[in-house]
C-alpha cells in the first residue's frame, strides 16, 4: 500500500485514540483532508482490510452515520508508518567510518 | 434550508445515485457527513470532494469466500460469451483483408492489408490459446458440476477464480489487433479524404477502450487481493 504522508496524518489519527469509532467529517477537521483526499485512503485502507466500517445506531429523527476503526492488521501497520519519520530523522549518518573497517582501511 | 445547504445536500445525493457499486456505501457515508456539518459552505466544500468517489469505478468487494464461486461463475460465464463472440470478428476481418490485398491498386494499400491479416492472425491464436487454457474437460465439468466443484472447495475455487482474473489482464494483445486493423484499413483507403471528424471520433474511440481497459484491470487487481486476503484469513484461522 502506499505510503503518502496523507496516509500518514490519518493513521495518526486513527492512532490518537485506537478504540474509538470515528466519523468522516472528524477526521477531515483534525488532519486538514478534504473530503476529495480523505476518502479515497480511507477506501484503500478498508480494501486491504486494514480499517473496519460501520454504521451508527440510528437515534430518532437522524440519518446514521459512516463511523471507521482500525483493525488488528490496520493497528499494526499505523504503528509502523507513523514511526517511520521519526526513525530516519533519528538515523544513523551515511557514513560512520564503520563500513570500511573490515577491509583493511 | 439555503441555497449553499440544498446544493451541497443535492450534489451528495447525486454522488450516492451515480457511484459504483462498491462505492455507494461510502457515497452514502460521505452524504451524510455533508448533511451534519453546520457550516454550509463547508458542506458545500465536502459535497463537492465527495464526487472524487465517482471517479472510482469498482465492484462489490468480497467480504468472505462463500461470495467466491457466484462471482467465478458470472467471470466464467461472461469469458465464454465474450470469447465466443470476438472470435468470429477477427475471422471475418482477416477474410476481409485478404480479400482487400488481391483488390489493392497500390503497395500501401497491400502493406495495410497484411498488417491487418497479421492483427486477426494474432487474435485468433490468442483467442484459441485461451480456450485450450480452459480445456474442453474443465469447462464441462464447470458446466455440469460445477456448482458441487467449486462449493465443495472453496479454496480450490478461490484460486481458478484468481488464475481466470489473472489471464483476463492479457486483453491488451486483442486491443493491439484491434490497433493492426484501424491501421490496415487506414492505409487500404488512403487514397480515401478522412475528415477532421473521424480522426477525433478515432482517437476519443481509443482512449475510451484503453480507459475501459485499465479500469477492468485495476478492478481484477484488486479483486485478486480480497482474494489473497480472504485466503490468508482462512489460512490464519485454520492455523488457530
Known sequence: ?105 | MTLVRRLALGISRRVVRWASPGCKEWAEGLEREAEVIESDWAALGWAIGSTRVLLDRRPVSLTSLEEVPAATQKLVDGTMVFGTLILFRPVIDGLWFLRWFFVANSTLGRAGCVIGVLGSVIAVTYLLMEWRRLSLIERRRLKETYKDYIYNDLVACAHFYKEQLKSCHKLWIYFSCFLCWMLGKLMYDHNTHVDMFTWVLLSMLFIVILLAMHLWKQNNLRRIEEIDALLAEREHGAEL
Open chain 1, 1 to 105: 500500500m502506499r505510503r503518502s504522508p496523507q496516509t500518514a496524518l490519518v493513521l495518526a489519527e486513527f492512532l490518537s485514540d485506537e478504540q474509538e469509532w470515528r466519523y468522516g467529517y472528524d477526521i477531515s477537521r483534525n488532519t486538514g483532508l478534504k473530503s476529495g483526499t480523505l476518502y479515497p485512503i480511507l477506501m484503500r485502507l478498508a480494501e486491504h482490510r486494514m480499517l473496519k466500517t460501520s454504521w451508527e445506531t440510528a437515534e430518532t429523527g437522524r440519518p446514521p452515520r459512516h463511523m471507521y476503526k482500525l483493525t488488528k492488521d490496520g493497528l499494526c501497520y499505523a504503528r509502523e508508518v507513523v514511526s517511520e519519520p521519526a526513525t530516519e530523522a533519528v538515523g544513523e549518518p551515511a557514513f560512520d567510518g564503520t563500513a570500511f573497517s573490515g577491509v583493511g582501511l
